[in-house]
């Protein structure tokens, strides 16, 4: 067990839906990070937050938005939902927002399933 | 851009010593991470590093070197349990960050 949870679990919904994924990073972390996983794909990193503000973007789309709150957990909102949108996505944690070493710590990810 | 490789699957018999390959071409570099990630769960922390040379840590050694954009993850003594997907993650540096390998599946034999 990492620290780091995730809810829901699994998220089955239907194309041009809306939701919302929800992290809450380990005690004493104050980054959070957004990956995709697709099927045979790698992480595809999508956005990290930092003490209550954006630090980096990466293949987020305009569809996509996130946020994190003043305490700290963060929420993934992902809307008008495509076929392509099915994939796993995990939220992790790390102590600091810099790039040196800075082990994240990773939740169990939601499987979202778009119908 | 930004592009790290690995191979997409590699097999090996328990007991056994494995190698896993990464190169990257990035435009910045903070540091390498490996991590293991069995079929459907999250990835977990295996080694970083950031200067070249050597890191070991049981039965996993991690190895760096920056000139040539390489690294290899080694794991000795092979058990079951090691059949996972090996990712290879890079830190950009000024940016924040951070571009993953789409993994090495690796296939422990009895």
């Known amino acids: 067990d990492s620290g780091v949870t995730q809810t829901p679990k699994h998220l089955i919904t239907a194309t041009g839906q809306r939701v919302t994924l929800r992290c809450s990073p380990r005690?004493?972390?104050?980054?959070v990070y957004w990956y995709q996983q697709s099927l045979d794909q790698g992480l595809q990193f999508l956005i990290q937050y930092y003490n209550g503000e954006e630090r980096a973007k990466g293949n987020i789309l305009e569809r996509f938005s996130a946020q994190q709150f003043p305490d700290l957990h963060s929420e993934l909102n992902l809307s008008s939902l495509e076929l392509g949108d099915s994939a796993l996505y995990f939220c992790?944690?790390?102590?600091?927002?810099?790039?040196?070493?800075?082990?994240?710590?990773f939740g169990p990810g939601t499987r979202l399933t778009v119908l | 851009g930004q592009n790290i490789d690995q191979p997409t699957e590699m097999t090996a018999t328990e007991g056994a010593i494995v190698q896993i390959n990464c190169t990257y071409q990035t435009s910045g570099f903070n540091g390498l991470f490996w991590y293991q990630q069995h079929a459907g769960e999250a990835p977990t922390f295996l080694s970083y590093n950031v200067l070249d040379g050597l890191e070991e840590k049981g039965r996993f050694s991690s190895f760096l070197s920056r000139s040539k954009g390489y690294s290899y993850l080694l794991l000795k003594e092979l058990q079951m349990k090691d059949s996972a997907s090996y990712l290879c993650?890079?830190?950009?540096?000024?940016?924040?960050?951070?571009?993953f390998g789409t993994g090495t599946r690796l296939k422990v034999l009895a």
């Open positions: 993650a890079v830190s950009l540096s000024g940016t924040y960050k951070y571009i």
């Open positions: 992790a944690s790390s102590v600091s927002g810099s790039g040196l070493y800075n082990e994240q710590f």
């Open positions: 005690s004493g972390d104050l980054s």
